[in-house]
């Protein structure tokens, strides 16, 4: 399974951007997408995160601001951000839960850079 990350980049305080990622490869089912994020010098961070059900969840420092969407039948993951602030800014990775043979895996995105900064 490969996921490819787009949708980075810069953009002023308040702006907004939509960060897509994509998985592909044979014969598994998708049990949650997620998005994580970290900053330099900090740790990777869980943004966000959506089941194959379509329960959603968001970190309390995005919540209003951020929305997370999936689409199964294009395996895929989808990040709204809007009202961006400077301390948004970070590597945006997208995480999958998946199952494959009865076993469970889970991969990463490359990583995508969101600056925020006027």
């Known amino acids: 399974v490969q996921l490819v990350e787009s949708g980075g980049g810069l953009v002023q305080p308040g702006g907004s951007l939509r960060l897509s990622c994509a998985a592909s490869g044979n014969m598994f089912s998708i049990n949650t997408m997620a998005w994580y994020r970290q900053a330099p010098g900090k740790e990777r961070e869980l943004v966000a995160y959506?089941?194959?059900?379509?329960?959603?969840n968001v970190a309390d420092s995005v919540k209003g601001r951020f929305t997370i969407s999936g689409d199964n039948a294009k395996n895929a993951v989808y990040l709204q951000m809007n009202s961006l602030k400077p301390e948004d800014t970070a590597v945006y990775y997208c995480?999958?839960?998946?199952?494959?043979?009865?076993?469970?895996?889970?991969?990463w995105g490359q990583g995508t850079q969101v600056t925020v900064s006027s």
């Open positions: 995480h999958f839960i998946v199952t494959m043979a009865t076993y469970e895996y889970d991969y």
């Open positions: 959506v089941t194959s059900g379509g329960s959603t």
